[in-house]
């Protein structure tokens, strides 16, 4: 199952920061916090993921709170085309590849 | 860098039959892993494959299987095709490098189970 909770929908007006929440209160100290997004029909896109350091890219900028129990993935300026389910997962790295725990997302209307 | 790319795009078989769908991952990753999509269940990891070797599996039946070739490329097969079998198939690559472990889904396989 999941370890992170969402709310299931969201909206943004276009050109307005996409703030977007995510829990992860049973977090352990070396899981990671990634986030993919969904556009309709595509395969998931690799978004961010961090530690426990905010995290910036040319996509968007991941902000984990001290006590590493949520963390909020900000779009700074959101366009149509960010419109989609966004996923954020936490994940075990190690010498193996964890696979990825999806859980229902949010999905997030960016509206003009 | 060229991404995953997945093949056949789409595909409608019919229940009994069975199906091959092929990943090739990104140019240098040697990880790749399958994942089924379908409205009711959502995203669910079906198998990992790295060095031609299965590392990790999910929770489906034997009717579900892969394999790895030498060059990382990975298929998956799919045997006495159900209804419920209807999906949208991910591959992902990854280089597993360290803690760079990040997966990078190709545009799926539409798979239709008439």
């Known amino acids: 199952d999941a370890k992170t909770t969402q709310p299931p929908s969201m909206d943004c007006a276009e050109g307005r920061a996409a703030n977007l929440p995510c829990n992860h209160s049973t977090i352990s100290g070396n899981e990671y916090v990634y986030w993919y997004r969904q556009i309709h029909s595509q395969g998931p896109q690799y978004i961010i993921h961090g530690l426990k350091n905010n995290e910036t890219n040319e996509m968007a900028s991941l902000i984990i709170t001290e006590d590493r129990k949520s963390s909020t993935l900000i779009l700074p300026h959101a366009t149509l085309r960010d419109t989609a389910v966004y996923y954020c997962?936490?994940?075990?790295?190690?010498?193996?590849?964890?696979?990825?725990?999806f859980g229902k997302g949010t999905r997030l209307s960016v509206i003009a | 860098k060229a991404g995953v790319t997945q093949t056949p795009r789409y595909l409608i078989k019919t229940r009994g039959q069975q199906v091959t769908l092929s990943c090739s991952p990104i140019s240098g990753h040697r990880s790749v892993s399958w994942y089924q999509q379908t409205p009711g269940q959502g995203l669910q990891f079906l198998f990992e494959?790295?060095?031609?070797?299965?590392?990790n599996k999910g929770n489906f039946p034997g009717r579900f299987s892969g394999r790895q070739f030498s060059n990382s490329r990975s298929e998956m097969n799919v045997s006495t095709l159900e209804l419920g079998d209807s999906a949208l198939y991910l591959c992902a690559s990854s280089p597993t490098s360290g803690d760079q472990e990040t997966q990078y889904f190709g545009p799926g396989t539409r798979l239709l189970v008439l």
């Open positions: 997962i936490v994940r075990l790295l190690n010498s193996g590849n964890t696979p990825l725990v």
């Open positions: 494959y790295f060095s031609e070797t299965q590392r």
